[in-house]
């Protein structure tokens, strides 16, 4: 691309210039961009990740404040919070996963479309917490893979917050994510 | 011995078939305790019934010592609901061996022993569906038997298929081929997080139903057992996490009964505003989800921003928003900053208003009375036999207030009153739970008021952790804190229940004592627990749409009810 940049004419004039010209090539800079399909997709991705709300415990009931009028989700494009795994790709684990839920949730994870993303929200969901307990699983990232882990027990919203913005970076990224690459379900249900 | 014992010994010699001799009676630390023989349970719980008028049955539990020959206590507690009184019965079972169910007494008692068969092992003859209750159905052993060691973690994974409780004539793992079965939850739209029901439909109408709970037991009694007196209050938070404070209170409050203290009228009065806007915050959740389950989402919304306020309170006093942990025992944590009363108070202003707003948009809401007016009510009697406490049982008609029935805190002095239901439909209890709003919020206000001066804790070494700058600053305050951090709180030997008003009902602590730093074992008897084991019975004959409204209405918090 030359240095010239110079201000185009008018529609009509630089029409007739020929195609593949610099003069073309700045006027369709008017009113097109060009990209790569797979960076608007990425756009496309992390502006619109529908939440499933995998709601347990008491990080359940502070999701429903980040969820709520003060913290407000919907800001970063991810409102639309579906209870069901077909129609969502954001899973966001939230609070205490047990022994006895654990089957579900890796069924329940197992149902969600491609691409799907894991958030894991709390110290519970991420290792058990201070639960190192008889019936708690220490962590969910031991049956299906996460990709962001949010500390706190329960977090505040805002962290809950950094915690998707990581995510929609990660994907405007294209961030390898070798451990849902090598994942295999721990065991068929 | 108390004269209320030797009374009860007396009028016990009279009656024939009990063996009064080999009981054990004691009173300590305010409670009175029997100690009886296994055999005698049944007929000595129905003449406490009966004539005595313990007529509510508040807990059953287990507790193990595995060096006694009879290595288990099955304890039962009681309660009188005219005059507040309450009783202990104790007795001893060895491995293997049983004791009469009283489900025939209270129906209640259903899950109570289903819990103590799972955590210890204890057979209870004559339950029709002793199995698992909490842990998962692959689980191996008895996990709250002393010899079970706390992080043994043991992994699932099946899901047990759709199954019922067991009935004459209908085996409950048998399937009618007439009806629908249909599974519901856990994590399902229509159905609050960890809650799972299962129902056979003919058309819409349910025939049978069932409800599987533990999908969050968390092991909160085991974490008790393995954790100092001060440490296990982080995990009381998380029982009903979204009145978190008032669990806080109600643990302290029971270890402050057996270590005989009394904490300062500051304290007291703090205690009450938290518990009281914990109890707005809790119904807060229970209005605004129910209403999403009923479809009336703005509900919800609307009620989130009164509740981010309550946090905003929350935070100013320490920092944290849901699991506070305010309480220590013997205060509370810190003095609350400048302003904090005042800040209240005008709280108090916008709520009078809100709730009003809050009432309009539900109650007056044509769809919403439709579908909640006669749905699906639950009689008194009902109500008492399954032991339902706190607003489920008030919305039925019994006006049954621990705040009012036996006070603590200085509740006593304190201008409200106690709003009850006439039918026990679902629409009376969202009634209840507004109006106990508003009451709450007068408390409240009385309370903000006049705050007592002096001390927010006692100052009692041996208890309290002096204050930081103590500990940094001379070397007394140092040895305070090493020492109470490395010996420990240690309560003297013994057992203790205590129970607080908390949102949903009666919220009770069984404290076994040993002396150690530990508790030996602390039971808390949830409110939901009693409440949603009467589910599959109230909901039978109605429409699946009402059930999921009556889910919603009974506010079952997974967190106390799994624990």
């Given at each position: 691309m030359s240095e010239t940049n110079q201000p185009n004419g008018s529609f009509s004039s630089a029409n007739?210039?020929?195609?593949?010209s610099q003069a073309h090539n700045d006027w369709s800079r008017q009113f097109a961009f060009t990209t790569k399909l797979e960076e608007v997709v990425r756009w496309g991705r992390r502006n619109s990740l529908w939440p499933?709300?995998?709601?347990?415990?008491?990080c359940g009931i502070e999701l429903m404040s980040v969820m709520?009028?003060?913290?407000?989700?919907?800001?970063?494009?991810?409102?639309?919070?579906?209870?069901?795994p077909r129609q969502?790709?954001?899973?966001?684990?939230a609070g205490t996963i047990t022994e006895k839920m654990a089957p579900i949730l890796l069924r329940i994870y197992r149902q969600m479309l491609e691409p799907k993303y894991v958030i894991s929200m709390g110290v519970c969901a991420s290792s058990g917490g201070f639960y190192?307990?008889?019936?708690?699983?220490?962590?969910?990232d031991r049956i299906i893979p996460v990709d962001v882990f949010i500390p706190g027990c329960p977090p505040t919203p805002e962290a809950v917050l950094d915690g998707v913005m990581l995510l929609q970076k990660m994907i405007k990224d294209g961030h390898p994510r070798p451990w849902k690459k090598n994942w295999r379900p721990p065991y068929e249900c | 011995m108390s004269a209320d014992l030797a009374t009860l010994q007396g009028e016990l010699?009279?009656?024939?078939?009990?063996?009064?001799?080999?009981y054990l009676f004691s009173h300590a630390f305010g409670d009175k305790t029997v100690v009886v023989p296994k055999e005698d349970i049944v007929s000595l719980l129905g003449y406490l019934k009966e004539?005595?008028?313990?007529d509510f049955f508040v807990d059953l539990c287990g507790v193990d010592y595995?060096?006694?020959?009879?290595?288990?206590d099955v304890v039962y507690h009681l309660l009188?609901?005219?005059?507040g009184d309450r009783i202990r019965i104790k007795t001893q079972v060895g491995e293997g061996e049983g004791v009469d169910s009283i489900i025939n007494l209270w129906r209640g008692a259903d899950w109570f022993e289903r819990e103590a068969y799972d955590m210890f092992g204890i057979r209870f003859n004559g339950h029709p569906n002793l199995r698992r209750i909490l842990?998962?159905?692959q689980f191996k052993g008895h996990?709250?038997?002393?010899?079970?060691?706390?992080?043994?973690q043991q992994s699932c994974t099946t899901t047990l298929p759709i199954h019922f409780d067991n009935e004459p004539g209908q085996p409950g793992n048998e399937l009618n081929p007439k009806y629908v079965p249909l599974n519901i939850g856990?994590?399902?739209?229509?159905?609050?997080?960890t809650l799972r029901v299962m129902v056979e439909l003919d058309g819409e109408t349910i025939v049978r139903a069932n409800c599987e709970i533990?999908?969050?037991?968390?092991c909160f009694e085991k974490m008790a057992e393995t954790h100092p007196y001060q440490q296990v209050i982080p995990y009381t938070d998380r029982l009903n996490y979204c009145s978190a404070p008032m669990n806080n209170i109600g643990y302290c409050k029971t270890v402050e009964k057996i270590l005989g203290v009394d904490i300062p009228p500051k304290a007291k009065a703090i205690r009450i505003i938290l518990a009281e806007l914990s109890r707005i915050m809790d119904h807060i959740i229970a209005i605004g989800t129910g209403g999403v389950d009923l479809g009336a989402l703005s509900a919800f919304f609307h009620l989130f921003a009164y509740r981010e306020r309550i946090y905003e309170i929350f935070e100013k006093l320490?920092?944290?928003?849901?699991?506070?942990?305010?309480?220590?025992?013997?205060?509370?944590?810190n003095e609350p900053p400048p302003g904090w009363y005042d800040e209240i108070l005008e709280f108090c202003r916008h709520m009078d208003k809100e709730i009003d707003e809050i009432s309009r948009l539900l109650l007056d809401n044509k769809i919403f009375v439709k579908r909640t007016r006669g749905v699906l009510p639950v009689k008194a009697q009902d109500a008492l036999a399954w032991g339902y406490t706190g607003p489920m049982l008030r919305a039925s008609?019994?006006?049954?207030?621990l705040r009012k029935?036996?006070?603590?805190?200085?509740?006593?002095?304190l201008d409200f009153s106690v709003p009850v239901g006439s039918t026990g439909d679902i629409y009376d209890r969202y009634v209840v739970r507004i109006e106990e709003m508003r009451q709450s919020v007068k408390i409240v206000r009385q309370v903000c008021q006049n705050i007592p001066e002096g001390?927010?804790?006692?100052?009692?070494k041996s208890i309290v952790l002096p204050p930081k700058k103590e500990v940094y600053g001379n070397i007394e305050g140092l040895m305070n804190h090493f020492m109470l951090i490395m010996k420990g709180l240690r309560p003297p030997a013994g057992e203790v229940y205590d129970a607080t008003e908390s949102a949903n009902g009666e919220l009770g602590f069984y404290l076994v004592s040993?002396?150690?730093?530990?508790?030996y074992r602390l039971k808390v008897r949830p409110p939901c627990f009693a409440i949603y084991q009467s589910f599959p019975y109230v909901v039978r004959g109605g429409q699946i749409a009402d059930a999921i409204a009556t889910v919603a209405s009974m506010n079952i918090i997974a967190g106390e009810l799994d624990r």
């Open positions: 007739s210039s020929p195609v593949g499933l709300a995998y709601g347990t415990a008491c709520g009028p003060k913290y407000d989700l919907a800001r970063f494009g991810a409102e639309v919070v579906r209870f069901s969502s790709d954001l899973l966001i684990v190192r307990a008889y019936h708690v699983l220490q962590g969910i | 010699r009279q009656i024939p078939f009990l063996q009064v001799d080999r004539t005595k008028k313990y595995p060096t006694r020959p009879q290595r288990f009188n609901t005219t005059n842990t998962h159905h996990p709250l038997r002393k010899d079970y060691e706390a992080n043994q856990p994590s399902h739209p229509a159905m609050h997080g533990g999908y969050l037991h968390r320490c920092g944290a928003r849901l699991t506070v942990s305010l309480m220590r025992i013997g205060g509370v944590v008609g019994v006006p049954l207030d029935l036996t006070p603590y805190y200085g509740y006593e002095q001390d927010y804790t006692i100052r009692d040993d002396g150690s730093a530990a508790p």
